[in-house]
């Protein structure tokens, strides 16, 4: 089902993310690539939007004060919110990228990877009838 926002032609992504450089610097790429960016400094101020839009895409910061990124896309789960998820993390550790790629998210970046992957992702997610096995990086530790 498409969103409303899609139709429209207007594709709205969160960015949930506590480092307002990170937020500014997503909302720059995300508007250069034809996307309205709406960014959260915590996931609690994204829940306590009542005005919010209905969005096609939510870009997540794993660590965050207070709920996590992970905790927010299992709140959202449980209320059979479906919106596509691309986490990204500063910390990168295995049993949490395992826990992310296993709540189906859209993909998994570390920060320090190129913003061209994330929007990739974020690209092949809110696009209508066109998902599949998600983005993310490799694991260059092993």
Request: one cysteine or more; charged letters at 25%.
């Amino acid at each position: 089902m498409q969103s409303h926002s899609v139709a429209n032609n207007i594709i709205y992504v969160a960015v949930v993310d506590d480092d307002d450089s990170v937020c500014r610097s997503f909302s720059r790429l995300l508007r250069t690539a034809g996307f309205q960016p709406v960014t959260y400094a915590s996931a609690e101020s994204f829940l306590q939007d009542t005005k919010r839009p209905r969005f096609d895409c939510l870009v997540l910061d794993i660590q965050l004060v207070g709920m996590s990124g992970l905790e927010l896309s299992q709140r959202l789960a449980a209320v059979n919110d479906t919106t596509p998820v691309v986490f990204i993390t500063a910390h990168d550790a295995p049993e949490v990228r395992a826990q992310a790629l296993a709540s189906g998210c859209a993909g998994y970046f570390r920060k320090t990877d190129p913003g061209t992957l994330v929007l990739e992702a974020i690209m092949n997610a809110v696009k209508p009838g066109d998902r599949h096995r998600p983005h993310e990086v490799e694991d260059k530790a092993g």
